[in-house]
């Protein structure tokens, strides 16, 4: 065991909502992952019809909104774990974390658009 | 009073000679959850998207996407996300367990390291074997 020495922690605990939010999310995609891979086994075969039907239900849609929504803000908080270790100039760091987020808003809107077919 | 740094924390030499450092599994397992879950971000999310996305456009476009999917190359990356997803799915559930005191013990952490890189590696093959 670890014995912990006296300190005096400082800060705004952003690290403990980063490290939960990891731990929410993670399970949210472990429990979907499950469920998907049900419903893929349920489905059986694999054709165009049979992956539409699939996709046709709502809740399946719905899991998958929020499937996207855990693994976009879990990707985010470890993305910026890597360029918190590996990008050491502030400025670079900084504009490639932009970059990541710019990347996780697009793939939001993409994941919305393709799941409930908004194109125009 | 505003936070301070300690004062003249001492220097310590740094080695950071990463192929002369010796990996334990644990640390192997650890660095792997590390790559696996870059690639997922570089690769995984966009090439799950677009495939989704030509997928459920039209029964031509579904086509198409199998003709793509269907190419060595494109089969071997998607084999390579499979093992990243896996990879990092296990390493994640090992990291709960953790988190939760559950085979903190050096011998049990070794062992259930071990025990993901296997598994990842194992569940990679069997799909890897059913898609080619």
């Keep these: 065991m670890v014995t912990r020495t006296q300190r005096h922690v400082v800060g705004a605990h952003y690290g403990l909502r980063d490290w939960i939010a990891q731990r929410i999310t993670a399970v949210v995609m472990i429990l979907y992952t499950l469920v998907a891979l049900f419903a893929l086994a349920w489905q059986g075969g694999f054709d165009h019809a049979g992956w539409k039907a699939l996709w046709a239900h709502g809740a399946f849609r719905l899991a998958t909104f929020l499937f996207a929504i855990a693994l976009l803000w879990h990707a985010w908080v470890g993305v910026r774990n890597i360029t918190m270790d590996y990008i050491k100039p502030v400025g670079v760091r900084l504009v490639v974390q932009g970059a990541v987020i710019c990347a996780l808003v697009f793939y939001t809107g993409w994941t919305i658009q393709v799941l409930w077919g908004v194109r125009a | ?132």
């Design chain 2, 1 to 132: 009073m505003p936070p301070t740094r300690p004062v003249d924390p001492p220097r310590r030499p740094v080695y950071l000679n990463l192929p002369a450092i010796r990996m334990p599994i644990p640390s192997i397992v650890s660095i792997l959850h590390r790559v696996s879950g870059a690639l997922l971000f570089l690769l995984g999310i966009p090439w799950a998207l677009a495939a989704l996305d030509a997928s459920l456009a039209s029964p031509a476009a579904f086509a198409s996407y199998a003709a793509v999917a269907g190419h060595p190359v494109a089969k071997l990356i998607a084999i390579g996300l499979v093992w990243a997803y896996v990879h990092h799915l296990l390493a994640g559930v090992r990291h709960l367990a953790l988190d939760l005191h559950a085979g903190l013990e050096l011998a049990a952490a070794r062992r259930t390291s071990a025990a993901v890189f296997v598994l990842a590696i194992l569940i990679t093959l069997a799909v890897a074997v059913r898609i080619w």
